[in-house]
C-alpha cells in the first residue's frame, strides 16, 4: 500500500547529515566530527529551573504561543542585542525547536508552485518542507561568492513566482555570516519586493570577529522577515527542543494557528528552562564563544598547513574544506575516511549538489577530539 502514500513525503529523503552518521556510527574506532552537538553541559540554573518547573507543577498546557514572561524574555533579548523590538503578545511564537519555527512558517506563507531561493550549500533541513508544501526550492551556487547571496545573484534568480529567500547567518555548513554592508546590497534588491525573508539565526550567539546583523534591523524589511531563533546551540539545550519565531502580527497571528494545531503548545518544563537561560547566562555565551573560536582557529590552522582549500568560517561551528578527492565524489571520499583514516565527515553532497567536492567538518568537539582527528587527516593525505 506504500504507493497510497502522499508523493511529497515519498519524494523527501532522510537527512544526508544523519543518513551519513547512521552509516559510519557502528565502525570502530572512529573519531566523528559529524554533528553539530554542542559538547557543554547545559548550565546548572537553567537544569535547575527545569527541575523547580516540575517540582511546582508547571506541566500543564501553556499558551499556544508560549509562557507570555517567556515572549517577554525574548523580546527584551533582541531589543538589547540586536536592537530589533517585538510585541510579546502578538509577535513571538514560541516552538518545539527552531525547526517547528521554520515549519510553521514556510507552511503559512507557501502555496503549491511558489520558488524558494536559497544560497547553497545549505542545511538539508528546508529544502523537504518546501517541498511537501508543494513549493520548488532555487538553489543558487555560492561557492564562489564565499558562501553568501549577492545582489548581482539575487537580481538574476528573483522571478514573479518568488515567494521567499532564506537567509542562514551564522550559516550551518559553511560558517559564513553576512557583515552589515552585504545585507545592504540584499536590501536594495528586496526592499521594492513582496517577497518574504526567512532570516534564521540560531547561531546568531556564535560569531567571531564580527557583530551579528539581523536583516529584521532594517525597518523597511522587518514587516517581510521573519526571524528564527531558539536556545539548542546558544545554550546547549538540543534536547529541550526551544526554538521561536518573529514576525509581524499580521503575519504572526496566522502562523500561530499552523503551530497550534502542530504542537499545541512548546513543552512547559523546556520554557521554563528557557526562561531561566535568558534572565543569567551570559557568562556561558562568552565562554562557549570563546571556546568555538579557539577551535575554529586550530582547525583552520591545521587544515590550511595541510594544504587544504578551506575558508575561514565567521561563525558557527562548522569547517567546510574542499578536499583531492581524485575520481570520488564527497560521498564515496566520506567513506575512504572511514575505512582509512578512521574519521568521519560529512560528505558536501548533503548540503545540496552545490556542496559537492567539500566535507563538513564540526569543531563543536573538544580540542582533544579535533587533533586526534586532524592528526589521522593528515597522516591519510601524506600517505
Known amino acids: 500500500m506504500e504507493h497510497l502514500l502522499n508523493q511529497q513525503v515519498q519524494n523527501i529523503e532522510i537527512s544526508g547529515i544523519r543518513k551519513f552518521f547512521n552509516l559510519v556510527s557502528n565502525e570502530e574506532d572512529i573519531v566523528s566530527l559529524t554533528i553539530g552537538q554542542p559538547d557543554f553541559y547545559t548550565p546548572n540554573s537553567i537544569k535547575q529551573a527545569s527541575i523547580h518547573a516540575i517540582k511546582n507543577n508547571q506541566t500543564t498546557y501553556t499558551a499556544n504561543a508560549g509562557v507570555l514572561e517567556l515572549r517577554k524574555a525574548i523580546a527584551n533579548y533582541y531589543e538589547s542585542r540586536y536592537q530589533i523590538s517585538y510585541h510579546p503578545e502578538s509577535e513571538i511564537i514560541v516552538t518545539s525547536g ?46 564562489k561568492t564565499n558562501f553568501k547571496l549577492t545582489k548581482h545573484q539575487l537580481q538574476e534568480v528573483i522571478t514573479d513566482k518568488t515567494k521567499c529567500i532564506i537567509i542562514p547567518s551564522p ?58 531563533n531558539g536556545l539548542s546551540k546558544s545554550h546547549s539545550m538540543t534536547g529541550y527542543r526551544i526554538g521561536y519565531a518573529l514576525a509581524p502580527n499580521w503575519l504572526s497571528k496566522h502562523m500561530l494557528k499552523v503551530h497550534q494545531y502542530n504542537v499545541s503548545c512548546a513543552s512547559s518544563i523546556s520554557q521554563y528552562a528557557a526562561l531561566e537561560a ?11 564563544k570563546d571556546t568555538y573560536k579557539n577551535r575554529r582557529d586550530l582547525v583552520y590552522d ?52 552545490h556542496g559537492e567536492g567539500f566535507m563538513r567538518l564540526s569543531y563543536a568537539y573538544h580540542e582533544d577530539v579535533l587533533n586526534k582527528g586532524l592528526d589521522r587527516i593528515e597522516k591519510f593525505l601524506n600517505q
Open 171 to 228: 550559516s550551518n555548513p559553511t560558517g559564513a555570516a553576512y557583515t552589515k554592508e552585504e545585507l545592504d546590497e540584499i536590501v536594495s534588491v528586496l526592499r521594492d519586493k513582496k517577497i518574504f525573508i526567512l532570516s534564521d539565526e540560531i547561531y546568531s550567539e556564535i560569531i567571531f570577529d564580527q557583530s551579528h546583523v539581523s536583516i529584521a534591523s532594517y525597518p523597511e524589511m522587518k514587516d517581510q522577515t521573519i526571524v528564527i
Open 278 to 288: 535568558y534572565k543569567s547566562n551570559d557568562n556561558h555565551l562568552q565562554l562557549i
Open 302 to 353: 591545521r587544515l590550511t598547513s595541510m594544504g587544504v582549500d578551506v575558508q575561514l568560517p565567521q561563525g558557527a561551528f562548522y569547517m567546510f574544506p574542499r578536499f583531492p578527492m581524485k575520481n570520488e565524489n564527497s560521498f564515496e571520499f566520506g567513506l575512504t575516511l572511514v575505512k582509512q583514516a578512521k574519521v568521519a565527515l560529512v560528505p558536501g553532497s548533503s548540503f545540496s549538489q
Open 98 to 143: 527552531a525547526s517547528e519555527a521554520i515549519d510553521i512558517t514556510l507552511r503559512t506563507i507557501l502555496e503549491p508552485g511558489d520558488q524558494v531561493i536559497l544560497p547553497a550549500p545549505i542545511y538539508p533541513g528546508y529544502e523537504p518542507l518546501i517541498t511537501l508544501s508543494r513549493a520548488i526550492s532555487i538553489h543558487v551556487d555560492t561557492t
